[in-house]
């Protein structure tokens, strides 16, 4: 079977070996028919041509469409199928309810059908019971009462972290409010032990979180954040990595790195890197898993982790500006009884708020903090329970597969992507190549995203055919366009169809440079 064969040799860290027909059609056709997780894709809506060119609410999602075409969401004749599956691979065909070929996930995922049913149970307890609703678990709702909403999508989790159990998952706040009150408990700065080794470009709200922290503490960001470089081909290689704990780790108080670097697309090696680390005697090893948790297979309990953090916009699909998670290793999680300790219980010190007390005293309101057990005990304050309705819709697509099977469809993917891109350098005819791929070249060193660095005066053009044939990606100034063909929603033919659009666009380019 050709997929299976492919991704026992991508896993195995192999070429994938595409043969002479893989740029055609027919060969991506069959890769999508064999493809196991497949019927994933009928679990979301994925926006249309037509829909990326509104202006405004017409009152229907993309796939639906209205008989008065009044806009005003009356008389829908029909909820199909959201279009077909792809648009054809000549662009000939612009009809308004072709399915765009979304590679955007790392940035926002696509939505899940489910979360329409989701905030409709959460929107009729709401109007039915009122504050009831934090106590009150409905037989035939999808949802468990808003205080346990939390506990129960951690549970959901487990898989896409890698979690001992959901104790040690919590699901609050967003991202950067999550990495704050990790830090507020993990970075212990002293005099001699003050550093905190990130990396070159970290994701601005990462840079901002870390540069206050420090300065928080009254120290100098400029002598406290030690920024590690790449190389000339935006790698930062784990040789780089550890060569600089050697250097620094006597000084060093916290190591936070991304799980996937954001610009590069880079997989970091996570266990080997938090061994080294903690075997050096930096006391904490801190992970942003942003671009990590729902895109690769992670195990942050067994490759002993201190904490992590994500959000579930990205490969998770739970909306722009959704709840966050973090993940906090069980042995900082436990809470011991000690008469001697203030309230009677020791426990990490963390910022503490209402809602991280445990659940059997929480309504007492007695002033007597008794942490939750595990990462729930970091929570500060009532979580939305609509952000986590419409994340535990997005985790019950999760539930339909596991990180592993989406793992290997995921190494396949790309690498087919790969191989196109590779094809279009080679058959240009330009004497300087039109883009090379920063993401290594390791199948086992990256997630979904590969990140095509064009050669200058490249984007406007390419950009313009990629809205034109009905493409989402997104592009990091000044040159950089990410492709991230997501393996719940998006297929081989996808891929196809994008390389095609992309290779005309090229084309394209080049007949204008000729002629100028």
Known sequence: MEFQTIVERLRSGQDAKFPPNANSLEYAETLSSQDPLKLLKDEFILPTKGSLRKKGLSG?????????????????????????????????????????????????????????????????????????????????????????????????????????????????????????????????????????????????????????????????????????????????????????IDEHADETALLLLPGVQYYSGQLFDIPRITKYAQDKGIPYVGWDLAHGAGNVELQLHDWNVDFAVWCTYKYINAGPGAIAGAFVHERHGRVERDPEAIHGFRHRHRLAGWYGEDKSVRFDMANRFQPTPGAGGFQVSNPSAVDLASLSAALSVFGKTRMRELRSKSLALTA???????????????????????????????????????????????????????????????????????????DFVDVYNFMSILRRAIATAATTDASS
Not at 134 to 142: G, K, L, Q, V
Not at 215 to 227: E, R
Not at 460 to 467: D, F, N, P, S
């Open 60 to 244: 229907s999602l993309p796939g639906e469409s209205q008989v008065n075409g009044n806009g005003n969401g009356i008389n829908k004749t029909s909820t199909s199928t959201n279009g077909l599956s792809t648009p054809p691979s000549d662009g000939s065909n612009d009809d308004d309810n072709q399915k765009s070929i979304y590679f955007v996930g790392n940035s926002l995922g696509a939505q899940p059908k489910a979360v329409r049913r989701y905030l409709d149970a959460q929107l009729e307890t709401w109007a039915s019971i009122g504050v009831g609703g934090h106590f009150t678990t409905w037989e035939n709702s999808p949802l468990v009462a808003w205080q346990d909403m939390s506990a129960d999508c951690a549970r959901k989790s487990v898989d896409l972290v890698g979690a001992a159990s959901a104790e040690e998952i919590v699901l609050m706040n967003t991202i950067t409010a999550n990495l704050h009150l990790m830090m507020a408990s993990f970075y212990k700065p002293t005099e001699k032990r003050h550093k905190i080794i990130l990396e070159w470009k970290p994701f601005p709200s990462d840079f901002y979180a870390i540069e206050s922290q420090i300065q928080w503490h009254g120290l100098d960001p400029t002598k406290s954040m030690l920024q590690i470089e790449p190389d000339q081909d935006f790698i930062i290689s784990t040789e780089r990595i550890l060569a600089a």
């Open 416 to 490: 087919y992507a790969e191989h196109l891109l590779d094809d279009i350098v080679a058959s240009s005819s330009s004497p300087t190549p039109p883009f090379r791929i920063i993401t290594p070249r390791d199948p086992l060193q990256r997630g979904c995203q590969l990140s095509v660095l064009l050669r200058p005066g490249l984007l406007e053009t390419v950009g313009e055919a990629l809205r034109e044939g009905g493409v989402v990606c997104d592009q990091r100034k000044p040159d950089v366009i990410r492709v991230a063909p997501v393996p719940l929603y998006c």
